[in-house]
């Protein structure tokens, strides 16, 4: 599935951090190959004990971002591969889950790594968080929260934006189909 530019050339492209403990995202606009900020805000995860009822949090608060929005592309953060196998595990997950609420809504959805998302917005792909959220207020006039795992919601977008021509540096879903099709090893 492409994504459903608007008549007028404007496109909405929905950023997500996937987090156990905050989700992040941000939402942009682009409308003639210019980027516009429209939100970005967190999701608090750490008050919820029981790792299902997060998932579940982030399922809906991804649908009713979607369903308040209308996102036509949504860019998520892949999970990074570090030691501790369990936080990885757990991420993973919540990366899963806001995917399949943006494939449930039909909305197309690609991958990028956390390097590929700060090479995008700084030109390093080993940027602080913080050199990333700075970036971000340069180009798009934000006040850098508290917590950064909203501007990191917010640089997948505008990953997203800057690679959705060339869409070969991450992997993209169009819906379950093309998820099943690209992913024969892991779908049983």
Known sequence: MQSKEKNNNEIIILGVDPGTTIMGFGLIKVKKNNMEFMLMDELLLSKYDSHALRLKKIFERTLQLIDTYH???????????????????KLGRAQGVAMAAGLYREVAITEYLPKKIKMAVTGSGNASKEQVAKMLKSMLGI??????????????AVCHFYNRKNISHGKSYS??????KQNKGRVK
Not at 73 to 85: D, H, I, R, S, T
Not at 175 to 180: C, E, K, P, T, Y
Request: glycine share 10%; hydrophobic share 45%.
């Open 175 to 180: 819906g379950w189909g093309a998820f099943v």
């Open 71 to 89: 996102p036509d592309e949504m860019a998520l953060e892949a999970p990074f591969f570090g030691k501790n196998v369990q936080s990885m595990l």
């Open 143 to 156: 006040t850098i929260p508290k917590n950064l795992d909203s501007t990191d919601g917010l640089a997948a």
